[in-house]
């Protein structure tokens, strides 16, 4: 599981110009990358501020306010990429989140 292929799709506003994708190794690397944009988000709205912290609730909110979100993972029994949409990312972003707590 750790070593899937995982393409993460997003669109930031209603402008079809906003979608791209971020490419990963892993399922690991994905979660972790959603956490970064969020952080870089919160850095660039407030720049002045060194430590910033947030919460779950935080995180769900940011990734519920983009247009749209979703993963495609690769599934190495049918050689195929699987989709997977903003409610999974989030209990996986959560799971993730969790077992770097512990």
Known sequence: MANRHTILLMQ?????????????????????????????KLKDLNPAIRNITYDIADLYNFIDGLTDMSALVFEHSIQAFLPYD?????QR?????KKLAH
């Open 12 to 40: 930031t506003s209603q402008s079809r110009a906003t979608r791209t994708f971020m490419d990963f190794d892993s399922i690991s690397q994905a979660m972790d990358g959603i956490c970064g944009l969020y952080e870089r």
């Open 93 to 97: 972003v959560f799971q993730h989140l």
């Open 86 to 90: 903003r409610q999974w990312i989030k």
